[in-house]
T-cell receptor, first 112, second 108 residues
Framework: GAVVSQHPSWVICKSGTSVKIECRSL??????MFWYRQFPKQSLMLMAT?????????EQGVEKDKFLINHASLTLSTLTVTSAHPEDSSFYIC????????FGSGTRLTVV | RKEVEQDPGPFNVPEGATVAFNCTYS??????FFWYRQDCRKEPKLLMS???SGNEDGRFTAQLNRASQYISLLIRDSKLSDSATYLC?????????FGKGTSLLVTP
């Protein structure tokens, strides 16, 4: 079946640094990739939608200059958390739309 | 009002019990409905889609009532391995909207 590979699975970084998260669709072309964030005991919240070759669409309240999304190819989308702060610590997960929705395995980001 | 609302639980049930989860959604234009399962610190995994006619997959039965904007999941003969968080998910044909999830703990 469809597989989305997400890396890294976990990362610890210092406050003020940037972190890049990659999602690759391994056996299908993902024209649309969704990026979610999940805080403890909360639901997955959609942050942004990226379409290959065009600018991402951000949900209300999500800073586009802080969460940079690039979807340069049909198999790769990246999310860069710029100037990370402790409040950005969360579980970030991507989902690619093919026949259905396929999720990456998530990235647990801890900013210290 | 949240788009998808669920009772967070936790539901603690003994092995073999039957347990039911409910969910309501606010967007009447929603087109697709799902139950996902999420284990601790893992990605959500699709358990089953939900159809108006109701559908069953082994011990799991899902129901959808579009008029009431209500979705349910019934788990029969609970197993220890069913312990997880169950996410009610709704889509209007775009991204998925997740409920907070209902936590289930099946005990020996």
């Amino acid at each position: 079946g469809a597989v989305v590979s997400q890396h890294p699975s976990w990362v610890i970084c210092k406050s003020g640094t940037s972190v890049k998260i990659e999602c690759r669709s391994l056996d299908f072309q993902a024209t649309t990739m969704f990026w979610y964030r999940q805080f403890p005991k909360q639901s997955l919240m959609l942050m942004a939608t990226s379409n290959e070759g065009s600018k991402a669409t951000y949900e209300q309240g999500v800073e586009k200059d802080k969460f940079l999304i690039n979807h340069a190819s049909l198999t790769l989308s990246t999310l860069t958390v710029t100037s990370a702060h402790p409040e950005d610590s969360s579980f970030y997960i991507c989902s690619a739309r093919g026949d259905g929705y396929t999720f990456g395995s998530g990235t647990r980001l801890t900013v210290v | 009002r949240k788009e998808v609302e669920q009772d967070p639980g936790p539901f603690n049930v003994p092995e073999g019990a039957t347990v039911a989860f409910n969910c309501t959604y606010s967007n009447s234009a929603s087109q697709s409905f799902f139950w996902y399962r999420q284990d601790c610190r893992k990605e959500p995994k699709l358990l089953m889609s939900v159809y108006s006619s109701g559908n069953e997959d082994g011990r799991f039965t899902a129901q959808l009532n579009r008029a009431s904007q209500y979705i349910s999941l019934l788990i029969r003969d609970s197993k220890l391995s069913d312990s997880a968080t169950y996410l009610c998910v709704v889509s209007s044909g775009y991204a998925l909207n997740f409920g907070k999830g209902t936590s289930l703990l099946v005990t020996p």
